[in-house]
């Protein structure tokens, strides 16, 4: 499977969990904003009976902070499911160089670093891959100088004898070409839901992330 179809069954699966968590926002949302209507037809009951204007005050103030406790829950859920699908893909990823079709993906991965750099380059791969690379290329006959000193989960990088030109390559590199995509993955999903215009539903994914 090439790895742009890997990155692609993370969105699909993305789309899922996203979906679970936002019905389930709306499930806690709905029920924040039916309790305060009820104690507002309460308070609004007890206005029409006293007359008094500080009960029309307290049914506005709490039918007011029952909204900012809605957005605050679809906030919530919307940066959880954003972490979830990002985690997702991490998980899915790092996991790559464990396929049955890992030789396929690193070869394509060689393929396009190739292109980008001159005859005799100098490709770094993790020890674990310093064998698969060795034959691909052997298979490809092309004269490389192979290190084994790249940590990771998998892939390449490569650079000219020069280093003139590096060339990255590696899963947590595609991860990071690709993780610019997700928020909308995340956004398509609360949108179908009717949440988009929600005041507080889009905020920023990587608050509170250490690694932002």
């Given amino acids: 499977m090439p790895l742009e179809d890997i990155l692609q069954a993370i969105a699909a699966e993305g789309d899922r969990v996203c979906a679970e968590i936002a019905a389930e926002a709306d499930r806690?949302?709905?029920?924040i904003l039916a309790d305060a209507e009820a104690r507002a037809a309460d308070l609004h009951a007890a206005e029409v009976r006293q007359g008094a204007e500080v009960r029309h005050n307290?049914?506005?103030?709490?039918?007011?902070?029952?909204?900012?406790?809605?957005?605050?829950?679809?906030?919530?859920?919307?940066?959880?499911a954003y972490h979830v699908t990002l985690e997702a893909a991490r998980a899915r990823l790092a996991a790559v160089p464990d396929r049955q079709d890992y030789g396929e993906i690193l070869r394509r991965l060689l393929d396009e670093t190739l292109v980008?750099?001159?005859?005799?380059?100098?490709?770094?791969?993790?020890?674990?891959?310093?064998p698969l690379l060795t034959r691909l290329l052997a298979e490809l006959h092309v004269d490389a100088q192979l290190e084994h000193r790249l940590k990771g989960w998998g892939g390449l990088e490569?650079?000219?004898?020069?280093?003139?030109i590096v060339v990255r390559n590696t899963l947590e590199s595609r991860l990071a070409r690709a993780e610019?995509?997700?928020p909308a993955i995340?956004?398509?999903?609360?949108?179908?839901?009717?949440n988009a215009d929600e005041p507080?539903?889009?905020?920023?994914?990587?608050?509170?992330?250490p690694d932002a």
């Fill in 186 to 194: 995340v956004a398509a999903v609360w949108q179908a839901d009717g």
């Fill in 180 to 182: 610019p995509a997700l």
């Fill in 28 to 31: 806690r949302v709905a029920a």
């Fill in 158 to 164: 490569a650079r000219t004898a020069d280093n003139r």
């Fill in 200 to 209: 507080g539903t889009r905020p920023d994914p990587h608050e509170g992330d």
């Fill in 116 to 130: 980008e750099l001159d005859s005799s380059p100098v490709v770094n791969v993790t020890p674990r891959d310093e």
């Fill in 58 to 80: 307290e049914r506005t103030t709490q039918l007011y902070q029952a909204r900012l406790e809605a957005g605050r829950r679809r906030s919530a859920a919307w940066q959880e």
